[in-house]
């Protein structure tokens, strides 16, 4: 017992020994911290190359589910794939890559799906794949449509459309989560 005190003693010793003459930082001399600006956007894309984002804070989550988790549902419209159960809530889900303008595709492998939310509404959204966050400057995005008359966007995703914003000098089409939400396209069968 008496020899383990003079071992934490003296390891006490060494650690003391250890940070005698070692030179502290001073708290302001610590790199900055970069504090992002703006508000962040999760990015996804529905084909090809154009990318499109919602902001974050209408997101609820996003999930892989697989084609037997979604219940088809008799005499609705075709742009819903059908519902599924998340955590105990039935979810409705759009696939948005056909309001996008694509033909309806059977689902084969895990889909994405990103589940946003405007006030009590909710609604599931399949898309090709999640490419990431991004913060982004307000000031950045475009909110003007004739400012961005190139883009080929569907009559059906066009008018969800709320602005645009560049990544990595590619265009992002930024769309409206509570315009999609409340769409009377996809509600009537």
Request: proline share 6%.
């Amino acid at each position: 017992m008496k020899q383990d005190l003079n071992i934490q003693q003296d390891s006490n010793k060494i650690d003391h020994e250890a940070f005698r003459g070692t030179a502290l930082t001073p708290v302001n001399e610590s790199p900055p911290v970069l504090i992002p600006q703006g508000d962040l956007y999760l990015r996804f894309g529905l084909s090809g190359t154009e990318q499109f984002a919602f902001v974050a804070t209408s997101v609820v989550e996003v999930v892989e589910i697989l084609p037997e988790q979604i219940t088809p549902m008799p005499n609705i419209s075709s742009l819903l794939l059908g519902t599924f159960n998340l955590r105990g809530e039935i979810i409705w889900i759009l696939d948005l890559r056909q309001l996008y303008g694509q033909a309806m595709t059977d689902l084969v492998g895990p889909c994405s799906v990103i589940v946003i939310q405007e006030g009590e509404g909710v609604l599931g959204l399949a898309v090709q794949d999640i490419q990431g966050m991004a913060w982004v400057d307000v000031d950045q995005i475009k909110s003007n449509p004739h400012e961005f008359p190139d883009e080929s966007l569907e009559e059906g995703l066009a008018q969800h459309v709320q602005g645009k914003f560049y990544t990595e000098e590619r265009p992002v089409i930024l769309l409206a989560s509570g315009s999609i939400i409340n769409a009377k396209q996809w509600a009537a069968a």
